[in-house]
């Protein structure tokens, strides 16, 4: 038993995210924590079950998944690995808010609400990261990400620091005191111009002062299992997303004014990638944003290796004939399907003609994307106008008996014609400029007709990064933007693209895919050569334990 409560402290003391803790603090956890173990597919705990315990996964893998109604479909809220926490909701409320299923056979640290609690008023650190987590997966809940994948897992979310808002709302708070007393004034006064004119200052103080704290509210700093993001909105004018995955990370540091940081506790947490940085400007929780980036990347390298040791062990065992004990991959009840994210095009002449303006359309493997309608439109409004005015033109000048057949011959229809032409080329313009994501490439087609055609292609692998804009009050309201993909020193530009959020999520998803595919081959090819060494190297054995055997055998038989 005491080796058991040995082995359990080590195992925490071990995670980045107990760094906070003492050793004697992480050995009364350690004592206070059940091991609990389930097979692949066992509920650990059901929505709506009474809120009593907090886990530490110790070994296996488990997934949170929540249902906002009984006839809703469930959705994955995050994958967890050894060393990740959850059940932290037990701290907020009385009955749980998703459910934990296990993927794998799969041991937790099952550990009572009351005795963390005490453990809290010792480890203060220790129970902000524990409330910023279940508070950031909270957000998850009801934001309901749309880019967040299915093996993904947000661990914290921050903003800008709350001071900000504060000092940014100021000014329309003072304007409302003054619209206050310039109603009390005109009352007082009984000017009805001056309390119209102060009523009217009232609603608009009022109406900036939500509109700033909706754009304090709405920029987010987020830490996942895959990547580091800062995404910011400016409502109804401007959104962006600036993204790296975690193994572009090279490092982060935290850049402040000392004085402000002790009084406050907010800094500016500069996040360093391949193709620049990624500053989270006036952050919360600085230091625990840092703790989990670091910690995080550490992790994803630990986990990998431990993947691969296990997959080197078992074609070591399948290589020399031995058993392996494999679980078995079938869906797990309860849990959702991972949903394809390409839309089915049903054959039909009329579908295939209108996929001339599909804006996004996906055939196999392949997805296509142009740019938006507006910028159709752009191209094409002068032209179209004419056209129309000359049409218009045509008609009065029939009518007045001025338009006959030979000068609308020679003067008025090649002038139509030649606009008509202007708009097809146009039109044509617009359907050649090609942004196509395949299962392994990007291509950006960018092609005037009868002209040139330029033509770029890169490989996923390569992406070091990825954002995303939408600029101005159009952007907003019609949800077009560009995606920019960093390539090295080079830059790909999928401009004025149809939801760049969506764009972006899907060249990210199968980034990914990508880069586990090769990283997978590649352990695969070493394993194979691994395995072939120790196959030949147990052969070598055996054949010079017969020859060592055969000289005691003759000196046997004389």
Same mark, same amino acid.
């Given at each position: ?11 925490l003391?071990?995670?980045?995210m107990?760094d ?23 509920i ?46 037990s701290?907020s ?25 005490a ?17 950031s ?10 880019w967040?994948?299915?093996?993904e ?5 921050n ?9 940014r ?25 001056l ?6 200052l009232g609603?608009?103080t ?14 987010y700093?987020i ?12 409502i109804?004018?401007y959104?962006?997303?600036h993204e ?8 982060t540091?935290k ?5 402000l ?8 947490v ?5 193709t ?27 986990v ?10 078992s ?12 679980e ?9 399907q991972?949903?394809s994210?390409?839309k ?5 002449f009329?579908?295939?003609f ?13 997805i296509t994307?142009r740019k ?9 409004i ?5 056209? &129309? *005015? $000359?049409?218009f ?11 006959? @057949? /030979? !000068?609308? +011959?020679? #003067?008025?229809?090649p ?9 097809l ?7 050649n ?17 009868f ?12 992406? &070091? *990064? $990825? ?12 949800n077009? @933007? /560009? !995606?920019? +993909?960093? #390539?090295g ?12 959020v ?9 980034m990914?895919e990508v ?14 050569r ?5 196959a030949?190297?147990?052969?070598q ?7 060592e055997?055969k000289?005691?055998e ?5």
């Open positions: 038993m005491a080796e058991d409560q040995v082995g359990k402290a080590d195992f003391r071990n995670l980045f107990f906070k803790l003492t050793d004697s603090q992480i050995e009364t956890l350690a004592s206070h924590a059940t091991v609990r173990s389930f097979n692949r597919g066992n650990i705990y059901s929505q709506g079950d009474p809120a009593t315990h907090f886990y530490i996964l110790w070994a296996g893998k488990a997934r949170l998944i929540t249902s906002r109604g009984k006839d809703l479909p469930k959705k994955n809220l995050a994958l967890l690995i050894y060393g990740d926490f959850f059940g932290e909701d701290f409320v009385a009955k749980r808010l998703d459910s934990a299923v296990a993927l794998e056979s799969t041991d937790v640290f099952e550990i009572d609400r009351n005795d963390l609690v453990l809290f008023d010792q480890a203060p650190e220790f129970k902000k990261m524990v409330v910023a987590t279940a508070d997966r909270q957000l998850v809940r009801q934001r309901q990400f749309a967040l994948g299915d093996e897992a947000v661990y914290l979310v903003r800008r620091h709350e001071v900000f808002l504060v000092l709302s100021i000014l329309p708070i003072l304007l409302g005191l003054v619209s206050l007393a310039l109603l009390a004034f005109s009352a007082a006064a009984k000017n009805s111009i309390a119209a004119f102060s009523l009217g609603v608009l009022l109406a900036w002062l939500v509109w700033t704290y909706f754009d304090w509210e709405n920029d700093y830490v996942t299992s895959q990547r580091v993001m800062w995404r910011e909105k400016i109804l004018l959104e962006s997303r790296a995955p975690l193994d572009a990370v090279l490092s540091k850049v402040y004014n000392p004085s940081y002790r009084l406050f506790k907010y800094a500016t500069i996040v360093n990638t391949y620049g940085s990624i500053a989270m400007k006036r952050s919360q929780r600085p230091d625990l944003f840092i703790l989990y980036v670091d910690g995080l990347k550490v992790r994803s390298h630990e990998s290796k431990q993947i691969s040791d296990q997959a080197m062990e074609a070591i065992r399948r290589r020399l004939g031995m058993p392996i004990d494999q078995e991959g079938e869906h797990i009840p309860g849990s959702p991972a949903k994210r390409q089915e095009q049903s054959p039909s009329w579908k295939d209108s996929k001339f303006f599909y804006m996004r359309f996906a055939e196999g493997n392949q994307y938006h309608w507006i910028v159709l439109m752009r191209k094409t002068l032209p179209l106008l004419i056209d &129309l *005015s $000359l049409l033109l045509a008609g009065f000048l029939w009518a007045k008996g001025i338009l006959h @057949g /030979t !000068v609308a +011959i020679v #003067i008025w229809m002038f139509f014609i030649g606009v008509s032409l202007w708009w080329y146009r039109l044509i313009d617009w359907h400029d090609l942004y196509i994501l395949t299962s392994d490439t990007i291509i950006d087609i960018d092609q005037k007709p002209i040139r055609t330029e033509r770029r292609v890169a490989k996923l692998e390569n992406i &070091l *990064s $990825l954002e995303h804009a939408r600029e101005g009050f159009l952007g907003m309201m019609l077009y @933007g /560009t !995606v920019t +993909i960093n #390539i020193a080079e830059k790909f530009l999928f401009q004025k693209v149809s939801n760049p969506e764009v972006q999520y899907e060249i990210f998803d199968r990914n880069r586990r595919h090769k990283q997978e081959d590649e352990a695969i090819n070493e394993r194979d691994v395995a072939n060494w120790l030949i190297f147990t052969k054995l055996e054949e010079l334990e017969d020859l055997k000289p005691k003759d000196e046997v038989s004389e």
